[in-house]
C-alpha cells in the first residue's frame, strides 16, 4: 500500500524543509498538547506528534469501516440494554478483575433502584488494522471498540489541513486535493447537544469529568467550543470536584455549584489508576442521577474485552439484533480470531496454542486507554505463570493482525528526524442517542488515523507510541 511519495523520502534536503512547515502548521493549526513537564498548564505547550506524511489507505476497506459505524453504533446500545447478557458474560470476569466487578456492581445497584436515567448517548470509537492475508490483500480487522472517553476527535480535525500544507510544499498540490475533510469534534458535538437537548432543560450545563493531568486538553477544547457555539454551557470537573459538591435533588437530577447538569461526558474513569474510594462514591452519584451519562456503566461494560469475544461466538450478534442480517455479516466480516481463557478444557486449550506460538495472538486485559496488551515472549510468560489459575480469565487471547508496513516520518518535539517502518490503525467515531426506546440519532462521526513504528507493539498518541496521521486513499 504505498503512497506515492517514495521519491520524497529519499530526498533529504525536502524533507528537512517539509518537517519545517510541517510543525510550524500544526502549531498554527492548533494541533497541540500540553508538555509532560506542565501538564496543567497552557502558557507552554507543543505540538501533538503527527506523521510527515499521510499515510496510504485502500479506499474499499476505508468506506468499509465507515459503512459498519452504525450497526456497531446500535451492537453496544443493544449490549448495555441486556442485563442478562452482561450479566453471563462478565460472569468469570468480574470474580478475578476487580475494576471490572467494581463497575459491575454499579451497575447492579443502579438497576434495582430503577434507572433515572431515560436519555442515552454513545460515543464510541471502532478501531481497525489492515490484516495482509496470506495472498497479500489487505482487509478490514476490528481491534476493538472504545464505548468510553474516545480521544482525539478534536485535534484530527485539525491534522488534515496540516497534511495539505505540506504536500503543496512539496509540489503536490494535486494530492493536497484529495485528503478528505474530517471534523469529528462537530459530530460529537452534535450527539452531546441532542442529549443535552432532550434532557429539556435550558439552564442546565454539560460537564466533561476530566482527568487529574490534562496534558491532551486542546482535543477536549475543540468539542467544547462546538457546544459554546451553539450556547451551550460547559463546565469542566474531576472525580474529587463531584465528591466534593455533586448532589442530588428527589428527582434525582444532577447539581454541580448549584447548576442542573444535563450531560455528563467522561474523558476520565476508564482505569484503575483513575479512582480512590472517593471516585468510586462519586461516580456512584454520577450513575444515580437523571443526568445522560456518556456513557452510562452499562455501556462502559459494553465495551469490556470479553463482551469483545463473546461477540465474536457463532449466533451471539444474531440474539443481540435479531432480524438484522445484513448487519450482522457486515460486522461479522471485521472480525479477528477472539479465544476464551475460562477455566475449562477449551481455555486450557487455547492457553496451550499461545504458550506454544506466542507470535500468532495479542493477550489483551480488560482495560482502555493504550499500552495494556502483551506480545511475543511478554505474553507467553504471563500465561505460563496464569495458565493454571483462574486469574487467566481475566484476558481474552486474539489473533495478532499483521499489516504491511510503509516508511514514514514521525514528528515528536525534541526527537530527530528519521525515516521509520511505519503501521497505522483506522478508528471511526460513532454517535448515537435513544430516548426511552426510540434510537433519535444514528451517526458515524468522522475517523482517526495513528501511525506508530514497527518496533512498538502496543499503544496510543496518549501513550506516547502513535502519532496522529490522515489517510490518503488510494
Known sequence: MAAPWEDVLRNKAAVEEAARVAVDAALLQGVLMRTEGEPNASDVVNYAPFTLLPSAVPSALFQQAYAVQQDFNLLVDAISQNKEFLERTLASTIKVDDFTARLFRIYMQVLEEGLAQ???????????????????????????????????????????AVHGQVLKVLGRSEEASRLLPNNPSKGLALGIAKAWELYGS???????????????????RCVEN???NRNIRVMRKRFRDVFEKGSLDDAKRLYMDGQEVAVVYYREGYVPKNYDQQNWEARLLLERSRAVKCPDIATQLAGTKKVQQ??????????????????VARMRATFAGLYSLDVGEEGDKIAA?????????????????????LYDEELRQVLEKIKDSPERTSYILMDKIKPQPAMNYLLRAHSPLQVSECISELGIFGVYVRQGKEMVMNEAAGHLLRTKAIEHADGGVAAGVAVLDTPYLV
Open 353 to 373: 496454542m499461545a504458550i506454544a506460538d506466542p507470535d500468532r495472538f495479542v493477550l489483551k486485559p480488560q482495560r482502555e486507554g493504550g499500552g495494556n496488551n
Open 226 to 228: 462546538e457546544l459554546w
Open 310 to 327: 463473546e461477540l465474536s461466538q457463532p449466533g451471539t450478534l444474531e440474539r443481540l439484533l435479531p432480524g438484522r442480517t445484513e448487519a
Open 118 to 160: 431515560s436519555v442515552f448517548l454513545g460515543i464510541n470509537r471502532s478501531d481497525y488494522m489492515f490484516d495482509c492475508g496470506v495472498d497479500g490483500t489487505p482487509s478490514l480487522k476490528q481491534i476493538e471498540i472504545n464505548t468510553i472517553a474516545a480521544s482525539f476527535g478534536g485535534l484530527t480535525s485539525r491534522t488534515a
Open 202 to 220: 435550558r439552564s442546565a450545563v454539560v460537564m466533561f469529568l476530566v482527568e487529574e493531568v490534562q496534558r491532551n486538553i486542546f482535543d477536549q
